[in-house]
């Protein structure tokens, strides 16, 4: 039997929840807390009148204008016909397994959808375990163990990064090892880099420059300009897979035809190199950085373990049973929101044991809009971000309280 998704059955709950005017700590959803830039807004209202279909593979403008802002990115040459648009990267990722027709690799813990989608079409999935005291990154050498036990299947990687749930990412050294594992095993790469312009303290490197033949980039408007709900994604295949890249777009063209034709023209304005959207970022970013250093020195390390974010949204909480006497991740979820009203997702979903007491944590239960008009043009580090009656610092505090 198939499930609902975790992620939007807990959507779910929160707006059940507050219908009913229970309060509620919302840091079980990873939406961005940010609005949309205000010139992709004018640019939709500009094409909202467009209504006729675009071709499967995407608009040839907006196709050029990603092409253009990921090659000043990654400093590689990348054409336009190597990228198609779709309704979200979410769709993308399904129908790329749907006609790579390899079983799925991933590491434990992943993002919630990868798995399920997997199951839908009726193929293995096979997760590698992953240790805290790695930050829950994919080791290469487990990443080579596995292959060579495995080699009588054709596989799929997918990996994350920054990464949903745990928002750790991966050094250039271990992308450039696990590069040399995937070539040596032929391995296919789909690199989901949908928080990649929101990284703390480093630059995002992309395992593409270091496996290019192998790699397909997934990325999107959802995280980073505050626009999941417009459902804008599109994927880059490597020139050596442009049969998988013909397929895909026939997949496309007889599911969901194209995406929505508006909303691809009003994303041009999002790969332009234009100030104001590099401006938006890099507030946005800022802020993000703060929300989870706040929220890091506050939370009791004593009761909860984890590791700083390195980028995203998000960070992984390991829950210390001396403090918890339960044997199942979901019935802690589930009971911390009945007694405090916050919301996190077990890191069962994640493909974590369940009785190995651990859940996600989204930090970005705040009025991201407030914090952005606060924030002065320049001199950044000047500005201090006052979330002491965020939602965030309050859930905060419950949970520091809270134990059975």
């Excluded at 990996?159 to 090892?177: A, F, R, W």
Aim: negative net charge; charged residues 20%.
């Amino acid at each position: 039997m198939f499930r609902y998704s975790p992620t939007l059955a807990m959507n779910n709950l929160i707006k059940i929840r507050e219908s009913k005017n229970l309060e509620t700590y919302k840091l079980g959803f990873g939406q961005s807390p940010f609005p949309v830039p205000q010139i992709l807004v004018e640019a939709l209202k500009e094409n909202a009148h467009k209504k006729d279909y675009l071709n499967s593979q995407g608009l040839l403008e907006l196709r050029e204008s990603i092409s253009s802002y990921v090659e000043d990115k990654l400093d590689t040459s990348i054409s336009p016909d190597q990228i198609i648009i779709g309704p979200g990267s979410k769709e993308l990722i399904f129908l790329s397994q749907l006609i790579l027709e390899r079983n799925l690799i991933l590491p434990a813990p992943s993002w919630v959808s990868y798995a399920p989608q997997s199951a839908l079409l009726k193929q293995k999935t096979h997760y590698i375990p992953t240790r805290f005291e790695d930050k829950f990154l994919l080791s290469p050498s487990d990443l080579g163990e596995f292959l060579n036990d495995n080699k009588d299947e054709k596989h799929v990687l997918v990996i994350n990064y920054p990464n949903n749930p745990t928002g750790q990412s991966y050094t250039t050294d271990q992308l450039k090892e696990l590069a040399v594992i995937a070539r040596a095993h032929n391995l296919v790469i789909i690199s989901d880099e949908i928080y990649s312009e929101f990284c703390f303290g480093h630059e995002h490197v992309s395992i593409k420059k270091f496996y290019p033949e192998g790699t397909i980039i997934c990325n999107g408007l959802s995280k980073w300009c505050g626009a999941g709900g417009w459902r804008l994604g599109y994927m880059i295949y490597p020139k050596e897979m442009q049969k998988e890249l013909e397929d895909l777009i026939y997949a496309a063209s007889e599911s969901y035809s194209c995406a929505s034709t508006p909303i691809q023209y009003a994303a041009q304005y999002a790969f332009q190199n234009d100030d104001t959207i590099a401006s938006y970022t890099q507030k946005c970013n800022y802020i993000l950085n703060q929300a989870q250093n706040i929220f890091a020195n506050r939370l009791d390390q004593t009761k909860m373990k984890f590791h700083p974010s390195a980028g995203g949204f998000y960070i992984f909480l390991e829950f210390n049973k001396d403090f918890y006497k339960y044997d199942s991740s979901i019935k802690l979820c589930n009971d911390l929101l009945s007694d405090t009203g916050v919301a996190l997702l077990a890191g069962t979903h994640f493909g974590m044991s369940d009785e190995y007491l651990s859940a996600r944590l989204a930090y970005v239960d705040f009025n991201g809009e407030e914090k952005l008009n606060r924030l002065k043009n320049s001199y950044l580090e000047d500005n201090i971000i006052n979330l002491e009656q965020s939602h965030l610092m309050i859930a905060t505090d419950k949970m520091n309280n809270w134990t059975n």
